[in-house]
């Protein structure tokens, strides 16, 4: 008997389930959290509701990498989308004019958004890890 290949395991299906409700959800609570009001509060959970969906986007097209690396790179990734703030180039200016690139980029660089995005990696970190265990142990 031939065993099934680690993608196609009923784990790795729920994994994946999993996963995809939650990014459902963190969109738009991400989007509430960070337009509803106009402080620092709102900002700071705005930039952690960022990472998890990064952090939950990738485990969920690479489910085989370790949840921690995934969880660092995405955490090294917007530290450097925010240093990237910093520099004037026309391309990145006009991608950052779109809707979609100021969502993606941001607007401005902000040194208090680099606690947001290591508190965010962490929680991001743990949940991803709590969805892929209950994927494990339970049926979706």
Not at 55 to 75: D, K, S
Not at 116 to 132: E, K, P, Q, R, T
Request: charged fraction near 15%; charge should be positive; aromatic fraction near 18%.
């Amino acid at each position: 008997m031939n065993p099934q290949p680690v993608g196609d395991r009923p784990s790795y299906r729920r994994d994946r389930g999993l996963l995809l409700l939650n990014l459902v959800l963190i969109v738009p609570l991400g989007y509430v959290v960070r337009f509803a009001g106009n402080g620092w509060l709102n900002d700071f959970l705005g930039s952690v509701a960022y990472e998890v969906f990064w952090v939950l986007l990738f485990a969920l097209f690479w489910p085989r990498v370790a949840r921690w690396r995934i969880a660092i790179a995405v955490c090294l990734g917007t530290c450097s989308i925010e240093f990237l703030q910093l520099w004037q180039n026309p391309l990145y200016l006009a991608a950052k004019a779109t809707f979609i690139g100021r969502l993606v980029l941001g607007s401005s660089f902000y040194w208090g958004d680099f606690p947001a995005y290591f508190v965010g990696s962490g929680i991001a970190w743990l949940w991803a890890i709590a969805l892929h265990r209950r994927a494990l142990t339970r049926r979706l």
